[in-house]
């Protein structure tokens, strides 16, 4: 296991070098009071997500995320997520999830890193789903374009490609609105959604959140609800993003939930 970590370590210092050398024209990192870059991840933070769907199902999802420093200039965040999928005539359906995401961060320039998820439904003995991708992210002020591309696989589909690409505009320090594509189950999706933020205090703060997805068949599937955001200093929502936990690796139970929710087919679940 130390030899596995070692050697995606390496691999991933090579990609984030050879990215920070493509922006290497762009103003470096935010400097701290006392001369000293930020780093990967302002401290060890987590964040808490409760949301139902509005889509007239019944359908909820809960998860936490927990993301931690490695060094400087490397990060690692672990999620757990559980949530219940409306099967309609087959009733409501458990859905667990977790996830783990290894990256180095430039706080002011953006993200690379690896990810990998496991999906296990409470159907049919038990269906289980996979996906491994490379995870990005590219801060351009008030603009962030974050995503992932890599393949799934699993039960009832064959392994192939998988994509998540999102447009965050931050109006407001602590507010986002979003646009982005999706690809997953064989169906693509177009995602859409909101973040506000509140209430920051004693390193803590709440937000209230909508995230969306309109498949190709007309199908969709949406979440709102809260998210609690634990960390060590009072900061805005775009700081959040950047310095503690990356909105590219905390959406996992909702786009779970929604690329579930639009691969539905009458009669098959």
Known sequence: MNQVVRT??????????????????????????????????????????????????????????????????????????????????????????????????????????????????????????????VEGGLYLDRFTVDGLVGVRDGDLIEIGFYDRIRLLYYPLDDLNIHVGHSYAFENHSLLYGAEWAFGSKSGAAASLFVAGALGEGGGSATLAGLKFYLGHSDKSLIKRHREDDPPASSETIQLTYQSLRLHQRPGQW
């Open 8 to 133: 995606s370590l390496v691999a991933l210092m090579t990609i984030a070098q050879s990215f920070n050398l493509a922006l290497a024209s762009e103003p470096g990192p935010a400097p701290e009071p006392g001369g000293q870059s930020l780093p990967a991840v302002d401290g060890i933070n987590g964040k808490l997500i409760f949301g139902r769907a509005v889509d007239g199902t019944d359908s909820y999802a809960i998860g936490g995320a927990v993301t931690l420093p490695i060094g400087d200039a490397f990060g690692l965040q672990i999620d757990a997520d559980a949530g219940q999928l409306d099967g309609v005539t087959l009733g409501n359906i458990p859905v667990y999830l977790g996830a783990a995401h290894l990256f180095w961060r430039n706080p002011s320039k953006g993200l690379v890193g690896f990810y990998g998820d496991y999906a296990y439904v409470d159907l049919a003995g038990g269906l289980k789903f996979y996906t491994a991708a």
